[in-house]
């Protein structure tokens, strides 16, 4: 028996982030699902259909769950459900997201509940979406209606989910809906999302002024894969632009380059955060190219195979010690900090255990240097649609048959259970399940 152990801080929370549609299924009236019907579109052309059943039926996975002694669970409400038209607001699913949060609170689970998780409704897209001059008075109306309606079963809310990632894939990759090429509209589109999550923040305030407010901000590293100095200022810049850039206008109020090109909004955007909200993957590694404007003249180079992401995120490096370095810089804000994303896909479970036990170390390293991380929210609970990469990437704890709804337990959920009850990553956890890392993890 081994005993060093590595013990969290009383209260800690444990859980699972989830996204509508990803987990819910039919959710036929927003924008996400109208592009996975097109061909071409999702890499296996699957479309996202049942997804993993929780709108009819979560409570199977709720029930496991508390069996986990997980005890939050980050969701988003799907904007198109609750406003299926402008200005209509469905009773029907809002008394169903009703049902689901009391539910939670029977079972002792604490919601996150995230505002806009990548979709829209249909009417939205169709006048312009995110970089409709329209966004922030459409999204604070939705807000408004939604905390009216949840505030007595949840205090942490999170605006919107990764704002940048959104916009890249939308507006400047085109590999989501609406599918457009235009770094222009990225700029405009950030800015608007400065802006509604400003306008939200003051909004759930007024209603519940103990809520607790936030984003949760994609963070990935970026190293330069040559000695070249351009390159190291093209990781700096993704660094700098993509990492920083969104929280610091949303605490400085600083609404810095290039979104200063565009009109500010009158609305003040300091110090709207309560918490910082980190999804946290993985590093790449970057080397100049004259040829990438789009990519911040970029292109990522494959990791090497010993540290690289499965198939088909290789160009990943699995890094936990820069999950540490960012919890480390996001001192300087001086808020608390919840992890909201972390995972790895692995549909055999091959690395996500060590995975799992090696980032859970870094975020105890950071806490016992007095970063204060409140909690952590593993992506995901059982497998759900992921995007465009369609069922081809599984991040779940739990293994899913789309098809038939059957789940089966993989080792990590085994493993995330006996660290949420022990509220600790103990030494024969780790020989169990990661003795490669066993120094890694403890030490000193
Ligand atoms: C994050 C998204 C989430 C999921 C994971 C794998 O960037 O927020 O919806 O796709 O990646």
């Known amino acids: 028996m081994g005993t060093r152990i590595l013990e969290f801080p009383k209260g800690f929370l444990w859980g699972v982030a989830t996204a509508s549609h990803q987990n819910e299924g039919n959710n036929t009236n927003n924008d996400f699902w109208a592009w996975e019907q097109m061909p071409g579109h999702v890499v296996d052309g699957t479309t996202s259909a049942l997804a993993c059943n929780w709108w009819e039926n979560p409570k199977p996975d709720l029930a496991l769950m508390n069996d986990m002694k997980l005890n939050t669970l980050r969701i988003s409400l799907e904007w198109s459900r609750i406003e299926p038209k402008p200005d209509q607001w469905d009773s029907v699913a809002i008394e169903k997201y009703r049902a689901l949060l009391l539910d939670l609170k029977a079972r002792q689970i604490t919601p996150m509940i995230t505002l806009h998780h990548f979709t829209n ?12 001059p329209k966004i922030v008075e459409r999204f ?36 989501w809906a609406p599918g457009d090429h235009s770094l222009c509209k990225l700029v405009q589109v950030t800015h608007n999302q400065v802006a509604a999550h400003c306008a939200a923040y003051k909004i759930i305030h007024e209603l519940q002024p103990e809520a607790q407010v936030g984003i949760a901000q994609h963070f990935a590293g970026f190293a330069p894969a040559d000695d070249s100095a351009w390159s190291a200022r093209v990781a700096k810049w993704r660094d700098t632009l993509l990492n920083w850039r969104f929280l610091d206008a949303i605490q400085y109020g600083k609404i810095a380059f290039p979104c200063s090109w565009f009109p500010h909004h009158n ?19 970057v080397k100049f190219s004259a040829f990438a404007p789009g990519e911040l003249f970029g292109k990522s180079v494959s990791a090497d195979p010993s540290v690289a992401w ?33 995972g790895l896909a692995d549909s055999e479970d091959t690395k996500r255990p060590q995975f799992l036990l090696e980032h859970l170390a870094a975020v105890h390293r950071a806490i016992q240097a007095n970063i204060p991380v409140r909690g952590f929210y593993h992506w995901t609970f059982v497998d759900n649609y992921e995007w465009v990469e369609g069922w081809t990437a599984r991040f779940g704890l739990i293994g899913l048959n789309p098809k038939t709804q059957e789940r089966i337990k993989r080792p990590s959920a085994d ?29 000193k």
């Open 121 to 132: 409704p249909i009417w939205l897209a169709e006048i312009g979406g995110w970089a409709s």
């Open 140 to 175: 604070a109306k939705y807000v408004h209606k939604a905390v009216s309606a949840f505030q007595d079963l949840c205090t942490i809310w999170c605006t919107i989910n990764e704002p940048i990632v959104y916009g890249i894939h939308a507006f400047v990759l085109g590999r």
């Open 267 to 285: 609305l003040t955007f300091s110090n709207t955060n309560d918490y910082l909200g980190i999804n946290y993957y993985g590093r790449h590694l």
């Open 310 to 342: 499965p198939a088909p995120w290789q160009d990943r490096e699995i890094a936990p010690e820069c999950l540490y370095d960012f919890l480390v810089r996001m001192r300087t804000y001086q808020k608390p900090i919840y992890v909201t994303e972390n």
């Open 415 to 443: 493993l995330y259970a006996a660290i949420a009850q022990k509220n600790a990553i103990t030494e024969d956890l780790v020989a169990q399940y990661a003795p490669q890392s066993m120094d890694k993890i403890f030490c």
